[in-house]
């Protein structure tokens, strides 16, 4: 008895539609789980740029009690930034993760085909 595997079976076109769908399913989990931890590294990132903003406050605080309020709009402007760089990472994320999942859907429906 020949033992083939799954990646043959799918070349010859003889693999069945429940493992197709499982291998869909898998690497679907992988690219999200992957797309986590991406996500993981920049939300540390994005805490530890708004921990160094956050470290400013008590001098800015300083500037404001004595008269300098441009001190109180620029700290606002460094966390607005911030937070703004953040969504949009977050949402260029989302994009691409959507465009790889688009990817390897067409890519198993012309297997199955």
Known sequence: MSSITLAEKLKAGVADKPALLRIQETSRVRIALDAFERNAGAYERAVDA????????DAVAAEVRSGRLDALAAFSTAV??????EHKRWLEGTAQ??????????QLDRLAA
């Open 97 to 106: 993760a959507e465009a790889v999942f688009r990817q390897l859907d067409q």
């Open 80 to 85: 607005t930034q911030q937070l703004s760089l």
């Open 50 to 57: 708004l921990d160094e903003i956050a470290a400013r406050y």
